[in-house]
């Protein structure tokens, strides 16, 4: 004879995981809204309940991620379906959504002549997090999505078919703009690639160790993968295309490097909220 109240006191879990994951489940089970973690905390839970928490109780405390667990994650404004397959969307990511969206928006504002479909590029989409929220969010934009990973691929499929977007989205394995006709121009080519340099001890700790190694790291210094974008991206991007990629903490000058030794201007930083550089954005005219 279990109630909420017991469950959120006695878990040794971290408080805000404990009541997402409850929340979840009694959301599932019972069909009660989060609200009844506060007004039905001392309703007797059925043993369904009380035993699908055991189980969610114990594989976090195992380390699996709680989006994982549940196999969803919010990112900007749409859901997303996760499994171990993709990166668990960041909130910090979602900066680069912010970006693209502001550009398009303004660059649209300024155009004189008939406005087309604004066009986006997005190499390794991963769940189809950034893809599927600029696509949501520009109702008139067709966005491009490679991946290297056909599991990667499937899901960020499922996703555009939940958020019903599959019309206005195409997904492509491959390795970056590799997959792309050479005629191909974007309004946008936006990545958050995998930075993190191999060897760095964040790979063995948390819900990185859960998450698959080649979305988090080139396995090599960081750099790689931007090295590839940057220069195949130069003969894809249209008049006034902008270039935005998500970097490490500690990589935003050696990339500023890079983009001006490519040959792309109006090179930008952005900042996170944490404010640590977390982004840039680069045209080439
Ligand atoms: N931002 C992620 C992290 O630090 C890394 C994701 C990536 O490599 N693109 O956990």
């Not at 398009?104 to 066009?119: A, D, F, G, L």
Request: glycine share 6%; proline share 6%.
């Amino acid at each position: 004879m279990t109630s909420i109240k017991e469950l959120l006191n006695s878990t040794p879990l971290d408080k805000v995981d404990a009541r997402v994951l409850l929340a979840h489940l009694v959301g599932v089970h019972l069909s009660w809204p989060k609200s009844a973690l506060i007004s039905r905390d001392t309703d007797v839970l059925p043993d369904s309940v009380t035993q699908a928490w055991q189980d969610y109780e114990s594989r976090r405390l195992d380390g699996e991620p709680v989006a994982y667990i549940l196999g969803l994650k919010d990112f900007y404004n749409i859901q997303l379906q996760v499994a171990p397959g993709v990166l668990i969307p960041r909130p910090e990511t979602e900066l680069l959504v912010e970006l693209a969206l502001n550009h398009v928006q303004k660059s649209n504002k300024n155009s004189t002549v008939e406005i087309r479909p604004t066009k986006i590029l997005d190499l390794g989409t991963g769940s189809g997090a950034i893809a599927l929220a600029l696509a949501h969010n520009l109702p008139s934009a067709h966005v491009t999505a490679v991946d290297m990973s056909q599991d990667a691929l499937e899901i960020a499929q499922a996703n555009a078919r939940t958020l019903d977007l599959l019309d206005r989205t195409e997904f492509v394995q491959g390795s970056w703009l590799e997959p792309i006709h050479a005629l191909m121009q974007f309004d946008v080519i936006v990545s958050n690639p995998p930075y993190i340099r191999a060897g760095d001890p964040h790979l063995q700790e948390g819900d990185l160790r859960f998450e698959p190694a080649d979305a988090l790291t080139d396995h090599e210094d960081g750099l790689s993968p931007y090295k590839i974008i940057f220069n195949q991206a130069k003969a894809h991007l249209a008049p006034n295309g902008l270039l935005l990629v998500e970097h490490g903490y500690d990589q935003s000058d050696a990339l500023k490097q890079l983009l001006e030794t490519e040959g792309y201007q109006e090179i930008q930083v952005h900042f996170d909220l944490a404010g640590i550089s977390r982004a840039l954005s680069a045209k080439l005219r």
